[in-house]
């Protein structure tokens, strides 16, 4: 069973950048695709960010192409997401979800491992 621990969350102005971090264990992290989704106070849980299992290949909504990168570190059983240019609509609690042999899929039903989220706030 994999184990998904997010971190980096907080408050930060708009236009400002945070970088989250999400540590899997209890799995075999380079078989992972991972993805990040968040999900803003009212709204429904919405795909942000996804890496391909096999590395290289990312995909990421419209609202955060250009201003977000999600990257991986195997060796520390790891995945990134850099925030930049943060807006207020950025504001919500972030997920970290994973998949064995998934990161093309941007719904949640690709992702079977999830963590309990960390808080991202963008103050205007």
């Known amino acids: 069973q994999v184990q998904l621990v997010e971190s980096g969350g907080g408050l930060v102005q708009a236009g400002g950048s945070l970088r989250l971090s999400c540590t899997a264990s209890?799995?075999?992290?380079?078989?992972?695709?991972m993805a990040w989704f968040r999900q803003a106070p009212g709204k429904e849980r919405e795909f942000v960010a996804a890496?391909?299992?096999?590395?290289?290949?990312?995909y990421y909504a419209d609202s955060v192409k250009g201003r977000f990168t999600i990257s991986r570190d195997n060796a520390k059983n790891t995945v990134y997401l850099q925030m930049n240019s943060l807006k207020p609509e950025d504001t919500a609690v972030y997920f970290c979800?994973?998949?064995?042999?998934?990161?093309?899929?941007?719904?949640?039903?690709?992702?079977?491992?999830w963590g309990q989220g960390t808080q991202v706030t963008v103050s205007s």
């Open positions: 209890k799995g075999t992290f380079s078989n992972l695709g």
């Open positions: 890496l391909l299992w096999s590395g290289g290949r990312t």
């Open positions: 979800a994973a998949g064995y042999y998934s990161g093309s899929s941007s719904t949640e039903t690709g992702y079977p491992y």
